[in-house]
């Protein structure tokens, strides 16, 4: 991923159309340094706590529901289902997570934050340093209407990629 992230940021020269550095590959490179800085922290943060990277992301994407089909949790992260099993799988033995068949779609398979994943995932909010405590930092040092703003201007970017997704 790293290496077609260079490609796009670099300049390149084919058949004479030029990329150059301007407004638009500055703004890629900020998205991609603060998405590479995350995804590092949440690296940092899982293998700390003996987690791989797809077992926190699950924990994550389930927490604010309680409860969510494993389908769901697919299309939510974008994870293989291989890569979602296997991490199902640990979160399962490690009591994070419960794992049960949906009544009357036996196909269906419902995961449930369990007590313990639910303690395991405050402990983890409160954290010094984790992403939670840097991202608490970081808008910190904004001021209300910088906020916003930033907020905002994410809000529109988004909103122009999705439509450009589909279009």
């Known amino acids: 991923m790293e290496q077609l992230i260079n490609l796009i940021l670099s300049e390149v020269n084919m058949e004479g159309n030029e990329l150059r550095e301007g407004r638009p ?6 998205f991609w340094n603060v998405q590479k800085n995350m995804m590092q922290l949440i690296q940092k943060t899982a293998v700390n706590h003996g987690l791989s990277v797809p077992q926190y992301v699950i924990l994550v994407t389930i927490a604010p529901y309680g ?3 494993q389908k769901t949790v697919v299309e939510k992260t974008f994870l ?4 979602l099993s296997q991490a199902v799988e640990g979160l399962v033995s490690k009591g994070f997570i419960e794992r049960h068949h949906v009544e009357g779609n036996r196909r269906e398979v419902e995961l449930l934050l369990s007590e313990e994943g639910k303690r395991f995932l405050k402990e983890l909010h409160v954290q010094k340093s984790g992403i939670h405590d840097v991202f608490q930092q970081a808008a910190d040092v904004l001021t209300e209407k ?3 703003g930033i907020l905002r ?6 909103a122009l990629l999705e439509r450009k997704i589909v279009e």
Do not use: F, G, Q, R
């Open 67 to 69: 409860e969510m089909l």
């Open 146 to 148: 910088e906020y916003e």
């Open 25 to 30: 590959v500055e703004l890629l490179k900020s």
């Open 80 to 83: 293989p289902k291989s890569t």
């Open 153 to 158: 201007t994410h809000n529109e970017i988004s």
